[in-house]
């Protein structure tokens, strides 16, 4: 039903194995399955959204809603991803129900322009921050909110383009290009001022295995 | 196949499916891989070092800050109503022998009533030492024992089961006393109704086929319905209700609280036959007419915003599913929720595009 999750084996088995202790009704089952991805949704709703409240109300309709009708859920191999998308899923109609909290920072209803003209001076301009992993995260600030939301679903989530297509409602072209834009926006910075930093503190991870 | 990785830019690199995942999550069998290109190709060494620490950047950077306390305030609400939150009944996956064959031997017979019941001994003893002629059986062979009733009517009791009744049965109604758990198939007699007493629990058939479940320890008494309807009574020493049931619905009976709750059975049986259930088809029909279709075939009140759902259509069909399977795949389409409010079902509102 679910696209595979690349996660490794063993973690789908575990997931496997919890949400089926889950399924059955057993409530520690369900409050690890909380506590394993809490954080993770909450930064992912924080991305979509900066109304707390509405955040708030998503997470917990959510969880209820899955303990309420756990028996007729489908078996999932992939626990975070159907968090994920149904946290989205559930935040986007909150908020369809409640225009009025509609805020200018949700690119999640309506397709907005994705290049950001903000980011050229970003870059070049002369009154940014001096370092540049300050630089770079202003950078990653200035992407449009979609830009944002997809490159953090990609790297923090470690979702594959698949998954992030559904989630996002697009297709698979249309989330490689989103993110390839904001890649190349932020190509300049890996490879100018960011890279001597990143490639410091790089060696000693990557040769001292 | 490790060709291309010779020309890869760093932005080739974090764009790389199997390259973010070991950035990631590295494991021995990525270390090997990656050292692998970065061997074979030297140029790329510093390369995939950049890249990996850009995969890792990209991570914190745009990951959101939110209070710490938060996800401790959000579990508190949760969990303070996991157990006030309306069930919609589970379908049980692994008990769908048991209820389709319940459902076999109800359609065969023209009365069926499935009665468990442990009465307390007292309560039953006590309302039968008036009974004239008084029949008794007791089930302790260890298997089930078929009785069969002056009036044609058949009942098996489960083993430590006992069940009283008058021997002529020559009265204006036909009267069982049960204490444990039996199965009932009731020959259909208008003129003389049949009552079934658990408990605090009347049942009065008035032309239908039932099931009452009773488990003392639970604290739940109750009876659904198959087919026709069925009028319960519940006397309690502080009040007694009664109530009449239709198919699919069922009535519980909460002893401490003295209070009976109207719901749905656990897998609701349509109302014409199977064959025409199964032959329900749906080619790109708006939802609205897929939801009055199964409320019409297992006469269940589906409750849904007409406007909300008028963008939704689905092609589907009807195989083996039961109503909740059916309802959960739609749901799932159309992106909304069912829940089981009382007797009626609710459909929330649907996001399609």
Redesign the interface.
């Given at each position: 039903m679910f696209p595979n999750h690349?996660s490794?084996l063993k973690e789908a088995n575990a997931d496997m194995l919890l949400w089926s202790a889950f399924q059955n009704g057993d409530?520690d089952a369900f409050?690890s399955i909380?506590q394993k991805y809490?954080?993770e949704l909450?930064?992912?709703?924080?991305?979509v959204t900066s109304d707390?409240q509405l955040i708030?109300d998503s997470?917990?309709d959510l969880?209820?809603?899955i303990?309420?009708?756990?028996?007729?859920?489908?078996t999932t191999d992939s626990i975070k991803f159907y968090l994920f998308r149904s946290l989205r899923?559930r935040i986007?109609?909150n908020l369809e129900?409640h225009p009025e909290r509609l805020h200018a920072d949700i690119g999640l209803v309506v397709e907005v322009a994705e290049e950001s003209n903000a980011f050229e001076t970003a870059i070049f301009g002369h009154d940014g921050p001096s370092d540049s992993?300050e630089k770079?995260?202003e950078a990653?600030n200035r992407l449009s909110p979609r830009q944002?939301e997809a490159?953090?679903l990609?790297?923090?989530h470690?979702f594959?383009?698949e998954e992030i297509a559904e989630m996002m409602?697009m297709n698979n072209q249309s989330v490689r290009n989103l993110?390839?834009r904001a890649?190349?926006q932020?190509?300049l910075l890996?490879?100018t001022a960011?890279?001597l930093l990143?490639?410091l503190?790089?060696?000693q991870?990557?040769?001292g295995? | 196949m490790t060709e291309k990785y010779q020309t890869y830019t760093l932005a080739d690199f974090i764009q790389d499916d199997a390259f973010i995942q070991w950035a990631k999550s590295p494991d021995a069998a990525g270390d090997a891989f990656w050292e692998q290109i970065a061997a074979l190709y030297p140029h790329q060494k510093d390369v995939i070092a950049q890249a990996r620490q850009t995969v890792l950047n990209l991570a914190e950077l745009s990951r959101t800050a939110f209070d710490e306390e938060e996800a401790g305030l959000i579990w508190a609400q949760i969990s303070g109503q996991m157990d006030d939150a309306p069930v919609s009944e589970p379908v049980f996956r692994l008990g769908w022998v048991r209820y389709a064959a319940a459902a076999v031997v109800v359609l065969l017979t023209s009365w069926g009533i499935r009665h468990w019941y442990h009465e307390p001994e007292t309560l039953y003893a006590q309302r039968t030492e008036q009974l004239e002629n008084v029949h008794e059986e007791i089930n302790e062979t260890g298997k089930e024992k078929t009785v069969q009733l002056p009036d044609g009517s058949r009942i098996t009791l489960a083993q430590g089961s006992r069940m009283r009744f008058s021997g002529s049965m020559d009265g204006s109604k036909r009267e069982v006393y049960l204490s444990g758990e039996a199965f009932f198939d009731v020959k259909r007699n208008p003129s003389k109704p049949f009552f079934v007493y658990a408990g605090e629990l009347t049942t009065r058939v008035l032309g239908t086929s039932f099931t009452v479940r009773s488990f003392e320890k639970e604290n739940v008494a109750s009876v659904q319905v198959r087919t026709g309807s069925v009028s319960v009574e519940a006397r309690a020493p502080r009040k007694t209700q009664s109530v009449v049931l239709t198919p699919n619905q069922q009535v519980s009976f909460f002893r401490k609280e003295e209070r009976l709750s109207m719901g749905l059975v656990r897998v609701p049986q349509p109302v014409i036959p199977q064959a025409d259930l199964a032959r329900f088809t749906f080619n790109n029909a708006p939802v609205s007419t897929i939801f009055d279709s199964l409320s019409k075939a297992y006469g269940i009140e589906i409750v849904y915003d007409k406007e909300a759902v008028a963008a939704c259509r689905l092609t589907s069909s009807v195989q083996e599913e039961s109503l909740f399977e059916i309802l959960g795949v739609i749901c799932e389409a159309i992106e909304a929720d069912y829940q089981v409010t009382g007797a009626k079902i609710r459909i929330s509102d649907p996001h399609c595009n």
């Open positions: 690349r490794p409530r409050a909380y809490i954080d909450l930064s992912y709703g924080y991305r707390r708030r997470v917990q969880f209820l809603h303990w309420v009708r756990r028996g007729n859920l489908a899923n986007i109609r129900k992993y770079l995260a990653v944002r490159v953090q990609r790297y923090l470690g594959s383009l409602q993110l390839h890649i190349t932020l190509r890996f490879e960011g890279g990143v490639f503190s790089t060696l991870n990557f040769s295995r | -």
